[in-house]
Nanobody, 120 residues
Framework: QVQLVESGGGWVQPGGSLRLSCATSGFIFTNYFMSWYRQTPGKERELVATVAPAGLDTNYADSVKGRFTISRDNAKKAVYLQMNRLKPEDTAVYYC?????????????WGQGTQVTVSS
């Protein structure tokens, strides 16, 4: 049974920080690129950040570059998203997701999401 469980969401004021965690089980974690997505009601889900299997390469949406950092701990089979200088437009449900294996096989495993709200 593949499981991805997000945690760490909450409410913060603009300019604040949050660190999201994604605990995983039920698959060979070290084989996969891992990503964070986010979705606001009425809008399409968007890719926020991706990290390669060994954590040696990362990619970010233009809207979060310089503010968010994705990382992983393969020993703990966990993915993290450090979010700094948060803006109201960052408000969304954030999801952890597998992308593909290191050799290119597609996969599509999603967590249930964690709510992030940025407001005064």
């Amino acid at each position: 049974q593949v499981q991805l469980v997000e945690s760490g969401g909450g409410w913060v004021q603009p300019g604040g920080s949050l660190r999201l965690s994604c605990a995983t089980s039920g698959f060979i974690f070290t084989n996969y690129f891992m990503s964070w997505y986010r979705q606001t009601p009425g809008k399409e889900r968007e890719l926020v950040a991706t990290v390669a299997p060994a954590g040696l390469d990362t990619n970010y949406a233009d809207s979060v570059k310089g503010r968010f950092t994705i990382s992983r701990d393969n020993a703990k089979k966990a993915v993290y998203l450090q979010m700094n200088r948060l803006k109201p437009e960052d408000t969304a449900v954030y999801y952890c997701k597998t992308e593909r294996t290191a050799w290119g096989s597609p996969r599509d495993h999603w967590g249930q999401g964690t709510q992030v709200t940025v407001s005064s």
